[in-house]
Structure formats: C-alpha cells, structure tokens
C-alpha cells in the first residue's frame, strides 16, 4: 500500500510491458517505486513478440499461448507468400494475462502498487513532484504521491508526456481496431492456428496493414489506419468475412492508437522521462511495440537510477540516446518501408513479391528474432538490393 506522506524515489505511470519492465528493474535494485495504473484495461494489441525477448527479459515459456511458425502474406491480388520461419517462432501473448503477470512481478520485486487515473503533476517542494490521481470509486477526491522521478509510461495519448514534455502532444499516430475472436476448429475458412496472416490490401487498410493472429483458443484480427474516416470495424468485418471467420464467437473488440514514430524528447530535463508507447517507440511498417516497450521501460529505469544516485537531470535524456542508439537504423528502414511500399496497391503487390525471395525472408525472420540488422551475408543484401531497385523502377513484374 502507498502513504501519501512518504516519498518514492520513482513513481510509474502506466502498467503496461513499459512501465511494469521499468517498476520492476528499479525495485530489484532496492529504490522505492510506485506503479500507478487503471485497473481493467486491456491493451489492443496483436500480441506479437520475438524470442529475444523471452531472454533479455526472464519471460517463462508459459506465458506464451500460442507459437506462430510461419507468416502468409497476402497482396492486393489476393497472391499469398508463405514465409516459413526456419528454426524459429513468433510468440503470442495475451495481453490481460501478460501485462498483469509483469505488474505482480514487479510487485513482488518491491514496488507498490497503486490503482487510479493520473490526473497531473504539481510542484510544491524543491526536488519533489507530487503525482495527483484519483483512485476508483473517488470522483470527488484527489490523492497524492510524493516522488523525486517520474516516469510516464501512460500509452500513446500520454497526459505525462503532454504535460512535461513539449511539443509531445503533437504526435502522429496510427488507429488500430481488433476484435479477439473463439479460434475456430481446426481446418475452418483459411485459418492456421501456427501461421500469422498479413493483409496488405486497400480496402482491408490504404496505408497499413490487417492481420490476423493466433492465440491458442482465441485470436486477433485487426487493422491499422491513420486515413481519416476510414472504417476500421466494417474493415475487420470485411476481413473475417474473406477469411472465413465471420461466425466466430466475438469475445471483445478494443480501439488504440498507435504511434507512429519515437518523439524527439523524453524528458522534461528536471525529474521526468517518457517508456513506451508515450515516447513513441512502436516499430513503423510492422507497428510491433512489446518489446521496444519493454526496452524503453528498461533505459529509463536506468537513466532514473542514475539521476537518483548523481541529482544530474541530465542523465534521464540518456534512455532515449541508448535506445536510438541501438534502434535507430532498424527504425529508419521500417519507416522507409512502410512510407513508399505501403503507398499504393500496385507498390504492395510488389512488395509481397520480394517476400517470396528466400534470402529476404531469411534476413527478415534473423532481424525479427533477434532485433538486429543483419549484417552477415553481405551477398544476400547485395541480390535484395538490386531487386529492391528493379521494383523501385518498375523493371520486374509486379
């Protein structure tokens, strides 16, 4: 239980992979942490994580309820690619399940945990912020934390990063909508309980993509747009009806933005800084954002460990420099992807074309497992790259 006459030394905003990987890292080096979350709320999100992950961050394999071994890309003319991952998996997380077994842990390493909606930061004492909230059932009460760092890791609409850090409110972001389905039985419409299913159609999203993902007994089928107007659920509709997947039991459908591009900065330069999807840090093209959340949760526990210790605010812009650091390249090349590849159906229908190229599909599973560019097989690269120019000029076939 949290007592508002105390001071942390760091309160979370935010329990999702971020904010919960953050609580946690900083309670098991002995610094005194609150994690402020809302109580129900449930991610939209396809659920997607590497392997990788499953290391650097001591996730146990019984958390992952489903393991996709292959992806199915789908053009505008409806030419599926297969992408069999060779030796590899996608792994599936429910996220009510995820998220919350990262919050206990958290908890269990020593971080309070406090339910309630953040409602603003106000700064009376020197050194001290004090995080307002209201807890549930309180509407006319506002409750208090007293801290000596922040860290907001409150979504893509962050009302920390609107607050504390400028021009944050102006992000771009992408719309997702997806509905969590029963699985069908084995063998129903076109759906393989181990295969992701990818969509670069129009009509499924004009400047994303629609997926369709397993989860064991459920699965997730969605669509992303940043096109105003543009009809995400009769996209889904659509979407289940071509896959046959209309009769399937709805257990829930969930709307998120998504951002689309990390901010430019993540701390307010005084005793703040951003995790997740509030700094923005979910993949272009692909729009994964568990483990890049649950990295950024990581540096700014670190960068807010080192402010603890030192008192220099300086430290805290540190998590955005290591995270670019080691990310910025792969994030440059997604974005390049999705804005010229994603840009017209003639330029899609392209696109899955080079998928079906073994060394593009090697490349592409090696970066996705592991979160690095692979820089190994210099002539693998050298055959994408003239490939990839010949569809640029328009000399191979669509």
Same mark, same amino acid.
């Given at each position: 239980?949290?007592?508002q006459?105390?001071?942390?030394d /760091? @309160?979370?905003?935010g329990?999702? $992979?971020?904010?919960?990987?953050a609580a !946690?890292?900083? =309670?098991?080096t002995g &610094?005194k942490?609150?994690?402020?979350d809302?109580?129900?709320r449930?991610?939209?999100?396809?659920?997607?994580v590497p392997p990788?992950?499953?290391r650097?961050?001591?996730?146990?394999q019984t958390?992952i309820?489903?393991?996709?071994?292959?992806?199915?890309?789908?053009?505008?003319?409806?030419?599926a690619?297969d992408?069999?991952?060779?030796?590899?998996?996608?792994?599936m997380?429910?996220?009510?399940?995820?998220?919350?077994?990262?919050?206990?842990?958290?908890?269990?390493?020593?971080?309070?945990?406090v339910?309630?909606?953040?409602?603003?930061i106000?700064?009376?004492?020197?050194g001290?912020?004090?995080?307002?909230y209201?807890?549930?059932?309180q509407?006319d009460?506002?409750?208090?934390l007293?801290?000596?760092?922040?860290?907001g890791a409150?979504?893509?609409n962050? /009302? @920390?990063?609107?607050?504390?850090? $400028?021009?944050?409110g102006k992000?771009? !972001?992408?719309? =997702?909508?997806h509905e &969590?389905?029963r699985?069908?039985a084995?063998g129903?419409?076109?759906f393989?309980?181990t295969?992701?299913?990818i969509?670069?159609?129009?009509?499924v999203?004009?400047?994303?993509y629609g997926w369709?993902?397993?989860?064991?007994?459920?699965?997730?089928?969605?669509?992303?747009?940043?096109r105003?107007g543009?009809s995400?659920?009769?996209?889904?509709?659509?979407?289940?009806?071509a896959?046959g997947?209309?009769?399937?039991?709805t257990i829930?459908?969930?709307?998120?933005?998504i951002?689309?591009r990390?901010?430019k900065?993540?701390?307010?330069?005084r005793?703040?800084?951003?995790?997740?999807?509030?700094?923005?840090?979910?993949?272009?093209a692909?729009?994964?954002?568990?483990?890049?959340a649950?990295?950024g949760?990581?540096?700014?526990?670190?960068?807010?460990?080192?402010?603890l210790v030192?008192?220099?605010a300086?430290a805290?812009?540190?998590a955005?420099?290591e995270?670019?650091r080691?990310h910025?390249?792969?994030?440059?090349?997604?974005?390049?992807?999705?804005?010229?590849?994603?840009?017209?159906?003639?330029?899609r229908?392209?696109?899955v074309?080079?998928?079906a190229?073994?060394?593009?599909?090697?490349?592409t599973?090696?970066?996705y497992?592991?979160k690095?560019?692979v820089?190994a097989?210099?002539?693998?690269?050298?055959?994408?790259?003239?490939?990839?120019?010949?569809?640029?000029l328009?000399l191979a076939r669509?």
């Amino acid at each position: 239980m949290s007592d508002q006459h105390s001071v942390y030394d /760091a @309160v979370v905003v935010g329990g999702g $992979p971020a904010g919960a990987t953050a609580a !946690n890292d900083l =309670a098991k080096t002995g &610094v005194k942490v609150a994690l402020l979350d809302r109580a129900g709320r449930i991610k939209p999100c396809g659920g997607a994580v590497p392997p990788c992950l499953l290391r650097e961050f001591d996730i146990p394999q019984t958390l992952i309820v489903a393991h996709a071994l292959s992806a199915r890309i789908i053009a505008p003319s409806n030419r599926a690619v297969d992408m069999p991952i060779d030796g590899g998996f996608v792994g599936m997380v429910d996220r009510e399940v995820f998220d919350e077994w990262l919050r206990q842990r958290a908890y269990t390493a020593g971080a309070d945990r406090v339910t309630g909606t953040f409602l603003g930061i106000r700064r009376d004492d020197p050194g001290i912020a004090t995080v307002l909230y209201r807890a549930p059932g309180q509407a006319d009460e506002v409750a208090e934390l007293r801290t000596r760092a922040v860290i907001g890791a409150d979504g893509a609409n962050s /009302a @920390v990063a609107r607050q504390e850090v $400028p021009d944050a409110g102006k992000q771009k !972001n992408v719309f =997702a909508y997806h509905e &969590v389905i029963r699985s069908p039985a084995a063998g129903s419409g076109s759906f393989d309980p181990t295969r992701c299913d990818i969509y670069y159609q129009n009509h499924v999203s004009p400047d994303f993509y629609g997926w369709i993902f397993p989860h064991g007994e459920t699965a997730s089928i969605g669509v992303g747009s940043a096109r105003k107007g543009f009809s995400l659920r009769s996209a889904v509709r659509d979407l289940r009806a071509a896959a046959g997947l209309s009769d399937c039991e709805t257990i829930r459908g969930e709307g998120a933005p998504i951002p689309i591009r990390p901010l430019k900065k993540w701390d307010n330069g005084r005793d703040v800084v951003l995790a997740g999807d509030a700094a923005g840090v979910v993949a272009p093209a692909s729009g994964e954002g568990i483990y890049y959340a649950m990295t950024g949760g990581r540096l700014a526990a670190s960068a807010v460990g080192e402010f603890l210790v030192t008192g220099n605010a300086k430290a805290l812009a540190k998590a955005r420099a290591e995270f670019l650091r080691s990310h910025r390249m792969v994030f440059w090349v997604l974005g390049a992807l999705q804005y010229f590849w994603y840009s017209t159906d003639n330029r899609r229908e392209r696109f899955v074309k080079m998928c079906a190229d073994p060394d593009v599909q090697k490349l592409t599973w090696e970066a996705y497992m592991n979160k690095k560019l692979v820089r190994a097989r210099p002539g693998a690269h050298l055959r994408i790259f003239f490939q990839d120019l010949a569809h640029l000029l328009g000399l191979a076939r669509p």
